[in-house]
């Protein structure tokens, strides 16, 4: 992932002002080299101006592939991708001139390659930048700059650029594909008010009635969406600020959605029969299923659907769970327990981890994290360090510790799903009509009585309520 170690020496060779200090830090040395100073070799503080310096490739020299990622993810924080772009570009062309046309010519020949790999790397880890045309324009540009010092260079540019193209048009399908598929789940029928009405809907045993099959499906999902979280993640700036609530990030809340669907869908299927036996034979199989994400490492969907079976009405359905054999599901809430900043998910996730850093199979090296969780620790980091330090450089090692998150993400998003899909599963895990949480309520009662008089006034004014709001629409 990130290997913060590997800056090298070549920049310190290259930095203009070379004043130098060095006194102990902790256990280390730090060492101050004009505007970027290291504590054992590895970066901590710089100058914005000094690590934009740092990105630009010469002819000598090429930025350590970790340094590139960490700074094209966090420099978002400081300034906009187009901004970067423009500095990065006019610095590369600009430290090429010597005055000399023909020498200039054959310097820019040198960098050009460097520079196209630098692009490549911006191009096919953070695509979403390139949806500003202002990014496309300067894209633009810089090919036909490149196309006036070197041929090689200027078609591995055009080549980049049609793949850019591609991924993009690919993203935005996408992202329609699933709008089309929510907005369709919404205007399904409002036939699950009532018990009657819902008995004419198929249930989830129907449909699957193997744990293993349902969890690998629901993996099918999580990968996909993992996909389009990585690339749209430049879309969240600044990183997650107000948890959603200044900035519109539409791809990390349709996550996010995603987990709360899955959850009221088991939910649902829990409420949803009339008989005893049947929500009991349902739940046992969510309990299967999420034994089986906990097997294939994939956490999202394994806390979702504990989630869902936590529901209060889900969960007040006493004589429904009299009938489960409960031991496993208590093992499956353990390790998801939330105390102690969820310490026993954490070992699990570690574990889940290094199985997949020394794994020979696909299945082996999936690793799908409980994603609210990630998104969390991302925000806190972010809130809890300054991104500044008194001396007005930017706190590279914060810069360090987000990228690490999100670059962990990075590589277990990679893994290629080697399940087989099952299109009726996935249709009906995406588009099936589910309770809202009233109609749970409700449902959840005529399953199983009311047993004070708290619960009885709580069916009456959600009866009244949902017959009048189907009488609206």
């Given at each position: 992932?990130?290997?913060?170690?590997?800056?090298?020496?070549?920049?310190?060779?290259?930095?203009?002002?070379?004043?130098?200090?060095?006194?102990?830090?902790?256990?280390?040395?730090?060492?101050?080299?004009?505007?970027?100073?290291?504590?054992?070799?590895?970066?901590?503080?710089?100058?914005?101006?000094?690590?934009?310096?740092?990105?630009?490739?010469?002819?000598?020299?090429?930025?350590?592939r970790s340094y590139v990622f960490t700074f094209l993810l966090s420099s978002r924080l400081f300034l906009h991708p187009y901004e970067l772009m423009t500095r990065v570009c006019?610095?590369?062309?600009?430290?090429?001139?010597?005055?000399?046309?023909?020498?200039?010519?054959?310097?820019?020949?040198?960098?050009?390659?460097?520079?196209?790999?630098?692009?490549?790397?911006?191009?096919?880890?953070?695509?979403?930048?390139?949806?500003?045309?202002?990014?496309?324009?300067?894209?633009?540009?810089?090919?036909?700059?490149?196309?006036?010092?070197?041929?090689?260079?200027?078609?591995?540019?055009?080549?980049?650029?049609?793949?850019?193209?591609?991924?993009?048009?690919?993203?935005?399908?996408?992202?329609?594909?699933?709008?089309?598929?929510?907005?369709?789940?919404?205007?399904?029928?409002?036939?699950?008010?009532?018990?009657?009405?819902?008995?004419?809907?198929?249930?989830?045993?129907?449909?699957?009635?193997?744990?293993?099959?349902?969890?690998?499906?629901?993996?099918?999902?999580?990968?996909?969406?993992?996909?389009?979280?990585?690339?749209?993640?430049?879309?969240?700036?600044?990183?997650?600020?107000?948890?959603?609530?200044?900035?519109?990030?539409?791809?990390?809340?349709?996550?996010?959605?995603?987990?709360?669907?899955?959850?009221?869908?088991?939910?649902?299927?829990?409420?949803?029969?009339?008989?005893?036996?049947?929500?009991?034979?349902?739940?046992?199989?969510?309990?299967?299923?999420?034994?089986?994400?906990f097997n294939i490492g994939n956490f999202n969907s394994l806390m979702a659907i504990i989630t869902g079976m936590n529901m209060s009405p889900v969960a007040r359905l006493k004589?429904?769970?009299?009938?489960?054999?409960?031991?496993?599901?208590?093992?499956?809430?353990?390790?998801?327990?939330?105390?102690?900043?969820?310490?026993?998910?954490?070992?699990?996730?570690?574990?889940?981890?290094?199985?997949?850093?020394?794994?020979?199979?696909?299945?082996?090296?999936?690793?799908?994290?409980?994603?609210?969780?990630?998104?969390?620790?991302?925000?806190?980091?972010?809130?809890?360090?300054?991104?500044?330090?008194?001396?007005?450089?930017?706190?590279?090692?914060?810069?360090?510790?987000l990228a690490k998150h999100v670059s962990e993400f990075l590589v277990w998003r990679q893994v290629i799903c080697p399940f087989d899909r099952d299109r009726r599963i996935l249709?009906?895990?995406?588009?099936?009509?589910?309770?809202?949480?009233?109609?749970?309520?409700?449902?959840?009662?005529?399953?199983?009585?009311?047993?004070?008089?708290?619960?009885?006034?709580?069916?009456?004014?959600?009866?009244?309520?949902?017959?009048?709001?189907?009488?609206?629409?």
């Amino acid at each position: 992932c990130i290997n913060r170690r590997l800056i090298g020496l070549k920049h310190k060779q290259r930095t203009t002002k070379i004043m130098r200090l060095t006194r102990l830090y902790g256990h280390g040395v730090a060492t101050s080299y004009g505007e970027m100073c290291y504590h054992d070799n590895s970066l901590v503080s710089a100058s914005l101006e000094a690590l934009i310096q740092h990105l630009v490739p010469t002819v000598d020299y090429y930025p350590d592939r970790s340094y590139v990622f960490t700074f094209l993810l966090s420099s978002r924080l400081f300034l906009h991708p187009y901004e970067l772009m423009t500095r990065v570009c006019h610095l590369c062309v600009e430290q090429q001139r010597s005055g000399d046309a023909l020498l200039d010519k054959i310097r820019f020949r040198e960098v050009a390659p460097k520079l196209v790999q630098l692009l490549t790397e911006w191009t096919e880890t953070f695509p979403y930048d390139f949806r500003d045309d202002r990014m496309m324009r300067c894209l633009k540009d810089m090919t036909l700059h490149v196309a006036r010092g070197d041929e090689y260079s200027w078609r591995a540019m055009q080549q980049m650029t049609q793949r850019l193209i591609k991924r993009l048009s690919a993203l935005g399908q996408y992202e329609e594909a699933v709008a089309a598929l929510n907005a369709a789940a919404q205007e399904r029928p409002a036939s699950l008010k009532t018990k009657q009405a819902s008995a004419q809907r198929a249930d989830i045993l129907s449909v699957c009635d193997d744990p293993f099959v349902f969890a690998q499906q629901l993996t099918h999902i999580e990968l996909v969406r993992g996909v389009v979280f990585m690339v749209s993640f430049s879309s969240s700036v600044p990183l997650f600020q107000g948890f959603f609530r200044k900035r519109k990030t539409s791809n990390l809340e349709a996550y996010v959605n995603w987990f709360n669907r899955l959850s009221y869908l088991v939910a649902t299927e829990i409420c949803m029969p009339t008989k005893k036996k049947h929500r009991a034979r349902i739940i046992e199989f969510f309990i299967d299923v999420a034994q089986e994400c906990f097997n294939i490492g994939n956490f999202n969907s394994l806390m979702a659907i504990i989630t869902g079976m936590n529901m209060s009405p889900v969960a007040r359905l006493k004589k429904t769970w009299n009938k489960v054999n409960t031991d496993k599901f208590e093992i499956l809430e353990h390790q998801m327990d939330p105390s102690s900043n969820f310490s026993n998910y954490r070992t699990a996730l570690r574990g889940a981890t290094q199985r997949s850093e020394t794994a020979h199979s696909s299945q082996e090296k999936i690793v799908i994290p409980f994603f609210s969780l990630l998104i969390k620790d991302i925000y806190f980091l972010n809130e809890g360090c300054a991104n500044r330090l008194p001396n007005g450089h930017i706190n590279f090692e914060k810069l360090w510790e987000l990228a690490k998150h999100v670059s962990e993400f990075l590589v277990w998003r990679q893994v290629i799903c080697p399940f087989d899909r099952d299109r009726r599963i996935l249709q009906y895990l995406v588009t099936t009509a589910v309770y809202t949480e009233d109609e749970l309520h409700l449902a959840s009662y005529e399953s199983e009585g009311p047993e004070n008089n708290m619960e009885k006034d709580s069916r009456r004014s959600l009866r009244s309520s949902l017959l009048h709001r189907e009488n609206r629409s």
